[in-house]
């Protein structure tokens, strides 16, 4: 009887270990999270930003962070399509963590820069524009963001419902 005792509680212990009930931080739960082969969710995202089915891809690029949290191009993915739909909170925690990650880049300016002209920050969106068409003067998406830079600050800012009666 002790020795059926003894077996099973060295059973329990060693299932507990090994099942991450041990009381370990190092163990994560990824039982809700599926596994995608390649960047399949990466390019269906783009596909569905392209097409301009931006809550399609902002689902597709969180389920892409789901998986692999600190992927650049799933946070470049995410920021954008939350900023197309107007969730500049969510856009701005994928641009927090995604500066330290990639750094300086022109890719992280320009997005972040439109990010910003999206809603209405001018002078910000220009300080970023200025950086990436600094570190590519002939980076074409630079140049562009720059010109519609210019042709949006000749527009009067409005509230959303102003042009309802038009």
């Known amino acids: 009887m002790h020795k059926s005792l003894l077996f099973l509680s060295i059973f329990l212990l060693a299932s507990c270990t090994l099942n991450g009930i041990s009381g370990s931080s190092n163990n994560q739960d990824t039982s809700n999270v599926d596994y995608y082969p390649d960047d399949q969710l990466l390019v269906a995202g783009n596909l569905q930003f392209k097409d301009h089915n931006y809550g399609k891809a902002n689902s597709l690029f969180k389920k892409a962070l789901d998986v692999a949290p600190n992927d650049p191009v799933a946070l470049l993915g995410y920021a954008a399509s939350s900023d197309m739909l107007r969730r500049f909170d969510l856009a ?44 590519d003067p002939a980076n074409e998406t630079a140049a562009n963001n720059l010109q519609l830079l210019r042709n949006s600050s000749s527009y009067q800012k409005r509230s959303p419902g102003d042009l309802k009666g038009i």
Do not use: C, M, T, W
């Open 92 to 135: 701005d925690l994928a641009y927090k963590k995604l500066q330290p990650i990639i750094g300086n880049r022109i890719v992280y300016h320009n997005n972040y820069g439109y990010s910003q002209l999206l809603r209405g920050n001018l002078q910000a969106a220009r300080r970023h524009f200025i950086v990436a068409y600094e570190i």
